[in-house]
């Protein structure tokens, strides 16, 4: 679903690159972690699958990354709505409307959708985030674990294939944590959507977790394997 061939990404003035050589790739369907330590690339990765590396850091991308046979090079993030939503670490940062409701329609906007089908999504994506009875509220008057609720219904109405998430749960209390993170599971078995999610703090979620991607260091292969296998390494 999510495909990695001979990528390395170079930041603008960076005497080294940031990932180099990474080839993997994500299984449709699964629940696949992104892991190792902090400056590794593992955001770096996320936004090449997203298109923000390199549309909106800067940089060069060599090699190719798809989704779902998108080249994600060729197209901005924007275009690429209704293959891969993305969410970051802050909840607040993502938000570009003042309503829960009307942040779940406004990812939609550019897809070009009949109002009612747009309704439609709203109202199956508030019921499947548990997000109903805050649909009319102020987003910045939830509490962490909601406001990343809401943020990931928005990349959620254009019904996507894959989500990427960076750190989702990095500023959420355990209990706001938990919750996010079984919201993903519950994308990922009952409506077959591919999740990558990056991590450092991999007991929190490996639970969660189909499968591992280690990402070691410099000049090293990413691993690839069941949690158990990676985790012994
Ligand atoms: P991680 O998410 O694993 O912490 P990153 O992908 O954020 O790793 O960073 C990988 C490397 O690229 C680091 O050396 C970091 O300093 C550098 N880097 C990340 N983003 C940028 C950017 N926008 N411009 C320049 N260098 C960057
Ligand atoms: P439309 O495609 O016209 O919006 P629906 O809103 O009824 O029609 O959704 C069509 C199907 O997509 C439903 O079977 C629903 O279960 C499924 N679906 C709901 N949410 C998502 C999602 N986030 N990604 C993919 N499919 C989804």
Do not use: C
Request: aromatic share 4%; no cysteine.
């Amino acid at each position: 679903m999510i495909r990695f061939e001979d990528v390395s990404v170079w930041y603008d003035g960076a005497a080294e690159p940031a990932v180099e050589g990474v080839d993997f790739e994500v299984p449709e369907g699964e629940l696949t972690l992104l892991v190792g330590p902090s400056g590794v690339g593992k955001s770096t990765v996320l936004g090449a699958v997203s298109g923000l590396v390199p549309h909106f850091t800067g940089g060069t991308l060599r090699g190719r990354v798809t989704v779902a046979g998108r080249d994600t090079r060729t197209h901005k993030p924007r275009e690429l709505a209704d293959v891969v939503g993305t969410v970051g670490q802050d909840p607040l940062s993502h938000f570009v409307t003042d309503t829960v409701e009307d942040e779940l329609a406004y990812g939609m906007e550019s897809l070009g959708l009949a109002p009612a089908v747009m309704r439609r999504r709203v109202e199956e994506t508030l019921d499947l985030l548990g997000l109903a009875d805050l649909r009319n509220r102020p987003i910045t008057t939830l509490s962490g674990g909601q406001q990343q609720r809401v943020a990931i219904g928005s990349v959620l109405t254009p019904h996507p294939k894959a989500l990427v998430l960076d750190e989702p749960t990095s500023a959420l209390d355990p209990a706001a944590a938990e919750e996010v993170l079984a919201v993903l599971q519950r994308l990922v078995h009952d409506l077959g959507t591919t999740v990558l999610l990056a991590e450092h703090r991999l007991e929190r979620v490996v639970q969660y977790a189909d499968r591992v991607v280690l990402l070691p260091g410099p000049g090293a292969r990413p691993v690839i394997g069941a949690p158990a296998e990676v985790m012994a390494l």
